[in-house]
């Protein structure tokens, strides 16, 4: 049930843009109209009349209008400045309406934080129940299951506490019938929470499904997706992300989570009329609020204000740099109180490394940095490719199907690989790793030589692990291609990172093995003596996740940043920035577009790329309405419209050009339909004498009253008086920046003062899909 979120402002009294020093200097006639500066539109101006309800908002699927948002703020904080002069009263709402910012701030962090905080231990728990349950409490999961056990145990995975569903139905856990029977369990609650999740999503909120991110990139350039960031999918996100990421399927939960801190910052903003009211400071939240989600997804604060900087927000003056800081900070301090991951740290995969690099090894790290490029446009193509015959054949009207049929595939081909069955963060957190002398995995199992840890030739039991982390490696490529974009939420960020540490794991034991066997050769010699610990293979992993997340959403500042407060690697920032600049260069080279700019294309949201270029030489002439050859623009003259008039219901344009007459085509502002319609609507209610015959007069003198006419209604409070306007022979990549720049809906072409036509948001896409030799109907755009 989606709800209403974005109540932009309603249209301020006089008073609140002229002083009552002036108001008492100026004479009868000019209270009529007063024009509050020279970007915003005029008011219509009574002081003893409300302000028109629904005046200047916007409707579903519209792009705001940032320059009047941005002039409307500014009128409304000079008033509160001027007031604030005159009494106490108005100082101290002054002071709370600054506050309001940081206090809102503070609520997103503590908001998203707590909700990261249960969404990480449900999703521990579930996922381990899977495999079987604890004896003490059914709510513990494996790890705190075993903890409340006090006596040793040999098998790190193993302690008495803890039961398998094998060992709760037949008794024992060793033999065929109970692997037989643990294998059909796991498959069972993969199936149960995947089905769940997509009916929760499918039932109640269908905008809660993917990952969020290319819909949040778009909400903040301008667009308005009513529900997107609502209660209703706020609740089953926050469900669903539980029960995606616990069913098992190649998914991680860190790019919804930047979804469901927006929607916590959105509802909070109802909180504040500032926020409530006016569409562009809204997005400046949300723009505080994606940086707070990749800080609880990741652990990682200055990461998340990064990320949000380079990846999501279109709009980020300094303030709003501040703003993410604190919250980035707030929700990270949250996540910690509630210590989700049991280790009081707030890094999800804390490694320490024992060895340093050596120069020679920036060769393999180039290598996986060329892997993670190559991997992560591939996986774009193919991804958009599946989400495209998702969309255009019958596939995309079975989601439940589709979702079960997945699930099961992944169930079934994972149980058998250990490697498979555990969660995504567990596996990265195992490549992660750097072998102790204890250690029991079955990626430390080498050759023990003395009592070291120098390089140690690999064991049976390593070689086990690495065809098993090779099987792996194939399996999470191709699962996630068919799994990301199913109407689950669903993130990215761990497969692409599991990937990457697969392939990092496999490089760097044989980089190892190859130093132990050859450390008298020219690569290896002067650094790597015999009995040394020289190359770490935790160390490669860690790169690979880091080229391979590059690789598919094309990050590089935050992402570095992410990584070595992900793991605590701060000496290896080095390694981690060659492999993600040499990845996003080799993607790059095989298409421009990351994963999040790909889907946004492939659902055509409304979104001016301000990466793309444009190497076309056309004109704003070439690209307005109407064409040469066209019928003429529906204009309207600023005397010549009744009240009754068809012609704004006979069409369906978002605006008209206001001009001085048919014949002059003068151009005298802009008006938007919406606030038309409601102002001769709110005309009709409240004032004597308007009727269907009563004309709208635009112009700053009312004509002379005749007799037997109805009375006019001046409208000219409503008009934009001084619209964007480029001349015909505009270059259109000029118009383009403008587009960008300033987050224009339209914008009006002249020849010497004479209107020619309109240029819309949707005029610029659909010109940019042509000349890219894309479908330019694709734009999805009211």
Not at 399 to 422: D, F, G, H, K, Q
Request: aromatic share 10%; net charge neutral; hydrophobic share 45%.
């Amino acid at each position: 049930v989606p709800i209403p979120s974005h109540r932009a402002g309603k249209v301020q009294h006089l008073d609140q843009t002229v002083s009552t020093a002036r108001l008492q200097t100026l004479p009868h006639s000019k209270l009529r109209e007063t024009s509050t500066n020279g970007i915003c539109p005029t008011h219509i101006v009574d002081p003893l009349e409300e302000p028109v309800p629904g005046l200047g908002t916007y409707e579903d699927f519209n792009t705001i209008d940032w320059v009047r948002e941005k002039s409307k703020d500014r009128d409304r904080h000079r008033e509160i400045t001027n007031k604030s002069r005159e009494s106490t009263v108005a100082l101290l709402h002054r002071i709370s309406d600054a506050f309001s910012g940081w206090l809102l701030m503070l609520l997103v962090g503590l908001m998203a934080g707590a909700l990261a905080g249960g969404i990480d231990i449900a999703a521990h728990w579930m996922t381990d129940l899977k495999g079987g349950v604890c004896l003490v409490g059914f709510w513990f999961n494996h790890e705190h299951c075993c903890w409340t056990y006090n006596e040793t145990f040999q098998e790190r995975d193993r302690c008495p506490q803890w039961k398998s569903w094998a060992e709760l139905i037949t008794g024992t856990s060793e033999g065929a019938f109970p692997y037989i029977m643990d294998y059909l369990m796991y498959i069972f609650w993969a199936l149960l929470f995947s089905f769940l999740a997509v009916t929760l999503v499918r039932a109640f909120a269908p905008y809660a499904c993917g990952s969020g991110i290319p819909e949040i990139k778009t909400i903040l350039s301008g667009f308005i997706i009513r529900g997107y960031l609502g209660k209703w999918t706020l609740i089953i996100k926050t469900i669903t992300l539980v029960l995606a990421v616990s069913s098992g399927l190649s998914l991680g939960k860190e790019g919804p989570l930047v979804h469901v801190a927006c929607c916590c910052a959105n509802i909070l903003c109802h909180l504040f009329t500032k926020y409530r009211k006016n569409e562009a400071k809204r997005r400046e939240v949300l723009s505080a609020a994606a940086a707070v989600g990749v800080s609880v997804a990741f652990g990682a604060p200055i990461g998340g204000v990064l990320f949000s900087l380079e990846e999501v927000s279109y709009y980020f003056p300094l303030k709003t740099l501040w703003r993410s800081f604190f919250a980035a900070l707030v929700a990270a301090f949250t996540l910690r109180s509630i210590n989700p991951f049991g280790n009081s740290r707030l890094v999800l995969f804390y490694v320490e490394f024992h060895a340093p690099w050596h120069l020679v090894e920036l060769a393999p790290f180039i290598l996986l940095g060329i892997f993670g490029g190559l991997w992560g446009a591939l996986f774009i193509k193919a991804n958009i490719a599946w989400c495209r015959i998702r969309k255009t054949t019958r596939l995309g009207h079975y989601p439940i199907t589709e979702v079960l049929v997945v699930a099961a595939l992944t169930a079934l081909v994972s149980y058998p690989n250990s490697y498979t069955r555990m969660s995504g963060s567990e596996l990265i957190s195992e490549l992660f790793n750097d072998c102790s002398l204890l250690d029991s995995s079955q990626l430390c199992g080498y050759v023990q030589v003395g009592n070291s840890l120098a390089d140690r030739p690999a064991g049976p039991e390593l070689y086990t692990a690495l065809w098993q982390l090779a099987l792996a490696l194939i399996f999470k490529m191709t699962i996630t291609v068919i799994t990301f974009g199913m109407k689950v939420p669903s993130g990215l960020f761990i497969p692409s990172m599991a990937v990457g540490a697969i392939a990092g794991r496999l490089l760097g034991v044989g980089m190892e093995q190859l130093a132990y066997y050859n450390h008298d050769s020219i690569l290896f010699k002067g650094w790597c003596s015999a009995g040394a610990d020289c190359i770490t293979p935790g160390l490669y992993a860690m790169v690979g996740a880091a080229a391979c997340l590059g690789g598919v959403t094309r990050m590089t500042v935050s992402l570095v940043v992410i990584m070595f407060e992900l793991t605590g690697g701060l000496e290896y920032i080095v390694p981690l920035m060659a492999a993600t600049m040499t990845s996003k260069w080799v993607a790059d080279a095989l298409g421009r577009e990351g994963i999040y700019e790909a889907h946004i294309r492939l659902n055509g949201y409304p979104f001016l790329e301000a990466k793309e270029e444009i190497e076309h030489n056309s004109l704003a002439v070439d690209v307005m309405t109407p064409r040469r050859g066209d019928p003429a623009l529906t204009v309207l003259t600023q005397e010549g419209m009744t009240v009754g008039e068809s012609l704004i219901e006979s069409t369906r344009f978002s605006g008209f050009p206001v001009v001085v007459s048919q014949e002059s085509q003068r151009l005298v502002g802009f008006v938007l339909r919406r606030d038309l319609l409601i102002s001769i609507d709110n005309a009709r209610k409240r004032q004597d004498g308007i009727v269907s015959a009563s004309q709208v007069v635009f112009s700053e003198h009312l004509p002379p009253p005749s007799p037997e006419a109805p009375p006019p209604l001046p409208l000219r409070g409503i008009m934009d008086l001084s619209p964007f306007t480029v001349t015909d022979h505009t270059p259109i990549d000029i118009t383009v920046d403008i587009f960008r720049k300033l987050g224009l809906r339209q914008c009006l072409v002249t020849h010497n003062g004479k209107l020619l036509g309109i240029i819309t948001k949707k005029d610029v896409l659909k010109h940019m899909a042509q000349i890219a030799n894309r479908d330019p109907d694709s734009i999805l755009f009211n």
